[in-house]
């Protein structure tokens, strides 16, 4: 039984990973008895995680003994955003401490405003996202601070294939002022009251060579003075995502 404080155990699982761990060791197929003597396990034990384990897929059975299998290769292999979740969660959990607001990333990929990530709390929860950025990016700040940073012949085809949904009473919902408000808001964006009535966002560009982003805080609109004052954090923020991805891809 676990002592108070450590965390409980599962037997199998470990066993399972000790023979994925020997096999993964391995630069040729290993044989259930080596496995079973590597591991410590008995061989019937080690027969039987072994099926398993070559049943799931995590292993394949070939004449000379084990080797990974198809599901080793595919976790091997992050999606995109996962890996831009494990670099730039940190950081945004620190602007959401700073500012004491949600925090958000989103990119512009393949035509479309993508959010990535969120990171809140209960005392700072995200906004309810009732309509997708497909439909609501010209009304939210990431949407616009991504917008801004396009090319125009980019952003006018963005403007080009999605409606300006009226959302709340403060929608920008022409195109001719948006593009306008667009040209004014290359360094921060704003949304007041556009997406959601009584919230704010605040956002600022993540700089990539091969990626448009944005970095945003979302408060109530009685809140927006204060942390606009203190916008370098998003700023700062929006550079150690750019510092962290473009070290990804070096």
């Known amino acids: 039984m676990a002592g108070r404080g450590e965390p409980t155990l599962i037997g199998s699982v470990q066993r399972a990973l000790r023979l994925l761990d020997a096999v993964g060791a391995a630069d040729r197929p290993v044989p259930a008895k080596v496995l079973a003597r590597q591991t410590g396990q008995p061989l019937p034990t080690t027969y039987h995680l072994l099926r398993t384990l070559v049943h799931e897929g995590y292993l394949c059975r070939v004449e000379d003994g084990y080797l990974l299998g198809d599901r080793i290769a595919a976790l091997s292999h992050r999606s995109r955003g996962q890996l831009i979740a494990l670099r730039v969660r940190p950081t945004l959990r620190m602007l959401h401490d700073e500012l004491g607001s949600a925090a958000y990333l989103s990119f512009y990929e393949d035509g479309e405003i993508r959010l990535v990530d969120v990171v809140d709390s209960p005392a700072a929860p ?32 963005y403007l080009a294939r999605h409606d300006l949904n009226d959302l709340t009473p403060h929608t920008i919902t022409d195109s001719k002022v ?28 993540v700089k990539l060579e091969d990626l448009t982003g944005a970095v945003a805080v979302s408060l109530p609109s009685r809140r927006l003075e204060r942390v606009f004052e203190k916008r370098q954090a998003i700023s700062r923020a929006a550079q150690r995502i750019a510092f962290a991805l473009a070290t990804e891809n070096t």
């Not at 497909?134 to 085809?157: F, V």
């Open 178 to 205: 948006l593009l306008a408000r667009l040209e004014t808001e290359r360094e921060y964006s704003l949304d007041r009251e556009e997406y959601a009535v009584g919230t704010v966002c605040v956002a600022a560009p």
């Open 126 to 157: 995200r906004v309810d996202l009732w309509v997708g950025f497909h439909d609501a990016g010209h009304a939210t700040a990431l949407g616009k601070c991504l917008l801004a940073c396009l090319p125009e012949d980019d952003r006018r085809d």
